[in-house]
């Protein structure tokens, strides 16, 4: 299917569905659209655990949801067929200072860039991590821009005891003069641009006619709360659908990770059932039925209990909690009957997380096409490596392919 056939009915899937997807589970007792879907709503709670699993891996994978969602036309849209490049595998060395899946991520990226793409610059380049590998597969001299006088120290000496041609420029990738660093023409590559950061890019690239390929990453990284279209076309199709996107809508493209390992995701989950636990707990003392955001706990810093944490929670809220609060109900439990409601709910939300993807991709593609660019999407490795495996290339001119 043409990419801009893909576009305009992913726009109107979206549009249609919107009340089912852009409502998180967690945030409402009930749903507003169980009135609306109400056998959808009761085979969901239904679920058992081992297909909750399968579909929090995959959640366009089977059909276990077909009936009541369009599961079938979601998973054809939001397909990217494999890069076709192909390299070797590139020496371990060059990954050294590198963990080990961000270099296997480097390492199937960099093959999706043109062989020969002329000067290299390197957007949001961190420690030039990927400068040095395009640098050593190439052979050619590759710049990294990067705002953080600390990462291009840090990179620069890594590129100097490798020996390897990158030089790493501080620079803020929104500020006007950056375009400056893509005057002489070449090639800029960019692995996990956030937001904004990779809307810079495209828009430099676009001005000055520079060939990119680009793995866009954190869609909801913007300074704009609502979201504007790149492409002219995506405007349009928005508008016609009646599509409106706020920045909060964004996050459900980039929600997916990868999969943790059984002991984070039990600690993930335990922290889930707390943060529900308190939720119906804040409900009944504060008397309003409604969500309270309450902020993350880093990593290791859960309390050793729930009374611990709601008191916590409560004191960052400042609600004053009743003396005898915790002997009014098992909250914790409460929270863990929650917490299947909620991670069965969410799975009608997650079957959109990928077309949301797409359709974002999709307005950057259209965005160069507009800008006479020829542009396709693809994936550059698994997605078991990085859920973000999308990759856009683009060069000026030329015949766009119909993908
Ligand atoms: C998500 S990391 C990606 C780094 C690298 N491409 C990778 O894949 O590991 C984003 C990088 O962008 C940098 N960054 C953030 N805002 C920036 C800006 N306005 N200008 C330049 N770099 C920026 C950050 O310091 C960080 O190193």
């Known amino acids: 299917m043409m990419y801009a056939e893909r576009f305009q009915r992913l726009t109107a899937l979206l549009a249609h569905w919107q009340p089912l997807w852009g409502t998180p589970p967690f945030t409402h007792r009930c749903l507003p659209w169980a009135g609306a879907y109400p056998e959808l709503y009761q085979a969901l709670l239904a679920l058992d655990d081992a297909c909750v699993e399968r579909l929090e891996n995959a959640p366009l994978a089977d059909d276990a949801l077909a009936a009541w969602l369009p599961v079938t036309e979601l998973r054809a849209l939001s397909h990217l067929s494999e890069h ?97 660093w893509l005057d002489g023409g070449g090639h800029a590559v960019a692995l996990h641009a956030c937001g904004d950061l990779h809307v810079a890019l495209l828009q430099q690239a676009a001005c000055r006619g520079v060939s990119v390929t680009l793995a866009p990453c954190c869609y909801q990284r913007t300074a704009a709360e609502r979201y504007r279209p790149l492409s002219m076309l995506g405007r349009r199709l928005m508008a016609d659908a009646g599509l409106v996107l706020e920045r909060d809508d964004l996050a459900l493209a980039v929600q997916e990770t990868v999969t943790a390992p059984p002991a984070v995701s039990r600690q993930r989950e335990r922290a889930g059932a707390r943060r529900l636990g308190f939720d119906l707990l804040q409900r009944e003392v ?36 009743p003396a005898d609060v915790f002997a009014r109900r098992n909250w914790e439990a409460a929270g863990q009957a929650r917490l299947a409601e909620v991670q069965r709910l969410e799975l009608a939300r997650h079957a959109f997380r990928r077309p949301l993807e797409v359709w974002l991709l999709l307005d950057r593609l259209m965005f160069l096409r507009e800008a006479g660019f020829t542009a396709s999407l693809a994936t550059f490795c698994d997605r078991a490596l990085t859920p973000r495996n999308a990759v856009l290339c683009a060069t000026p001119g030329g015949q766009s392919e119909s993908g």
């Not at 200072?97 to 961000?102: L, S």
């Not at 706990?297 to 400042?318: E, I, N, S, T, V």
């Open 84 to 180: 076709p490049a192909r390299v070797p595998a590139l020496p371990n060395a060059w990954g050294d200072h590198v963990g080990g899946r961000k270099w296997r991520q480097l390492q199937a990226f960099a093959r999706c860039v043109p062989a020969n793409a002329g000067p290299l610059v390197e957007w949001c380049a961190g420690k030039g991590h990927l400068a040095r590998t395009l640098s050593r597969m190439r052979g050619c001299k590759v710049t990294g821009l990067e705002w953080q006088a600390m990462l291009c120290e840090q990179g620069q000496r890594l590129a100097q005891k490798q020996g390897v041609a990158v030089t790493l420029a501080q620079q803020d990738v929104l500020a006007p003069n950056v375009g400056g």
């Open 286 to 321: 504060r008397g309003v039925d409604a969500y309270l955001p309450v902020p993350s706990l880093a990593y290791g810093k859960m309390p050793a209990d729930f009374a611990g944490f709601a008191r916590w929670a409560a004191a960052q809220k400042g609600i004053t909690l």
